[in-house]
């Protein structure tokens, strides 16, 4: 038996490849006459075998029956392995670039032209075609990629994945001049809500946005010092009334310390501001200390001078670079993981999902990877999650014949709101539901709450399940204690205001809003891989359950 099927599957190998499925009938019909009752059936099944794999290779995947195998756990492996650590370090060099939401969105436009993706302006007519792909940013600080699958018609679905670009953190004020105790200080304000006192003796850096006279016109032009320049030392201990708590004034404690007078050379008085205050709107001069300005102009470069300033937008970071650090390297230190994580798998997923030229041609949806700024203050803004822009982009594309092409697109389509979720703390253990745990390297996070503070649905949730599954990439479910406060994410906002499908998820973290956070580099490759998967696949599993 064993020599006739190896003489068999000689001749086969022998042969050209589209008559092989008649060659093997025509050997078996004449071999199988011959042949006792057991070769026979070894024969009918060989050439069983044949004919599967032959049709296999000639047939177009255009069926939406759901996949059975999932990737093995060996392909999705732990936290020790090269495929991890690799993702994990390409994030990191991506967070400490990203030092505030337009140098991520920065960040993000480079990865996506370098990827073959064109920049579109908001307020131009598009021509979107089948199987190209496109960016548009808002203010800087938002972006939205998407990739038009070749067998897109209008009216299909669209699968998207969002994430947003913003982090609490402290931002210099209109008018920052303050100083005390011949200490010349910069005025910040709380943005989101941060654990302020992580804020406290730490090596300060500064970046943003400026705008700028140059040649008689405004420019726009992005900043980072990338140096530490300022600081907010803690009160000692031995000054505290109370050493066992730790209080914070968010207006007369938060006050980083820029310069001594000394140093300034200040003999002992006080900088002192403009004699005659400018009767010209765009001079900010007396609103700033003038090393301060100096220090942005030194950053802007080209010959810039404080004059020359007509508006600033700086954030303050710890200029401490993110690492990956533990005694087996399977942890992510860093600032902004909250929710840069997002932003990265999203936008990466995207470009991922595309690496498979024949799906993306066979594709009849609209992948979406959508990163905003101002969820950490309500989304309440034209770039923030709440804006009609995300309505107005979708529109453009779903544009076709019928005036209801966009309304029967969203009945199609799901999203996944990408943001930051609480490990459960083993110092804080009482603080977590006692069946709702997530760990570090256990996998991604579906977030549920029945008050829907999360979007999270059961369809979403078992779409995203099978997709999970074909993935190889391990699910983890949280919700909070019926005592404890839940935050929220963009993903109840875009839900409602779209009337679209959604579930929310996130990388398991602790520390958040720190302004140094914690996380695991499992996560990174498991939200991106899950991210392609569900690019890939969103419309074949989603249709059955319309």
């Not at 907010?232 to 730790?246: G, M, Q, V």
Request: glycine share 6%; net charge neutral; aromatic share 6%.
């Amino acid at each position: 038996e064993v020599c006739w099927q190896r003489r068999l599957i000689m001749k086969l190998k022998a042969s050209p490849l589209e008559p092989k499925v008649d060659q093997a009938r025509k050997t078996a019909s004449t071999s199988q006459g011959c042949l006792p009752q057991p070769l026979r059936r070894a024969a009918r099944s060989l050439t069983k075998c044949v004919r599967s794999q032959s049709e296999e290779e000639d047939m177009v995947q255009t069926s939406s029956l759901l996949r059975t195998k999932p990737v093995s756990s060996e392909e999705m492996a732990g936290p020790a392995s090269v495929e991890v650590r690799k993702a994990a370090a390409e994030f990191i060099t991506f967070l400490n670039k990203s030092v505030t939401p337009f140098h991520a969105v920065q960040e993000c436009a480079t990865r996506l032209k370098a990827a073959g993706f064109e920049e579109l302006k908001e307020c131009e007519q598009w021509k979107v075609e089948p199987k190209k792909k496109y960016f548009v940013t808002k203010n800087r600080s938002a972006i939205l990629a998407f990739a038009v699958g070749g067998a897109y018609k209008p009216g299909n679905g669209f699968s998207v994945v969002v994430g947003h670009t913003d982090s609490p953190c402290l931002r210099v004020k209109p008018i920052s001049r303050q100083q005390g105790d011949k200490f010349i200080q910069v005025g910040v304000s709380t943005y989101g809500g941060g654990l302020w006192r992580t804020w406290f003796d730490r090596d300060l850096s500064l970046a943003g946005e400026v705008a700028l006279k140059k040649d008689n016109k405004l420019v726009r032009k992005l900043i980072n010092i990338g140096r530490p320049i300022m600081c907010i030392p803690n009160l000692a201990i031995h000054l505290e009334t109370d050493r066992t708590k730790f209080e914070c004034n968010n207006e007369t404690n938060l006050r980083p310390i820029l310069e001594s007078f000394a140093a300034a050379g200040l003999d002992g008085g006080a900088p002192k501001k403009p004699e005659t205050p400018s009767c010209d709107p765009r001079d900010i001069c007396g609103e700033h200390h003038s090393q301060f300005l100096d220090l942005v102009c030194e950053a802007v470069g080209e010959g810039c001078k404080p004059a020359d300033l007509v508006d600033l937008d700086l954030y303050l970071y710890d200029s401490q670079p993110a690492a990956i650090i533990g005694a087996k390297e399977e942890f992510i230190s860093g600032a902004r993981l909250d929710n840069l994580v997002g932003t990265y798998t999203a936008v990466t997923a995207l470009i991922n999902s595309l690496d498979d030229d024949a799906a993306f041609t066979s594709c009849p949806n609209v992948r979406v990877a959508a990163c905003y700024d101002n969820e950490e203050v309500g989304s309440q803004s034209a770039q923030g999650a709440e804006t009609a822009f995300t309505e107005h982009v979708l529109r453009k594309l779903a544009a076709g014949g019928s005036t209801t092409e966009f309304e029967c697109a969203i009945g199609k389509s799901m999203l996944i709101s990408a943001d930051q979720a609480h490990a459960a703390h083993p110092n804080y253990s009482a603080k977590h539901e006692e069946n709702h745990r997530p760990a570090f390297h256990g996998g991604v996070v579906v977030k549920v709450n029945h008050n829907q503070r999360y979007a999270t649905t059961m369809t979403t949730h078992a779409v995203l399940k099978q997709i999970a599954y074909e993935a190889g990439v391990p699910l983890q479910k949280m919700i909070v204690r019926n005592d404890s406060p839940c935050g929220s994410t963009v993903g109840p906002i875009l839900s409602s205001r779209l009337g679209l499908a959604t579930i929310d998820v996130g990388c398991p973290q602790l520390a958040m809003h720190s302004i140094r956070e914690f996380g695991d580099t499992s996560s990174i490759l498991q939200a991106q891989t899950l991210y392609t998967m569900f690019f890939k696949r969103l419309h074949d599993v989603l249709e059955p359950m319309l």
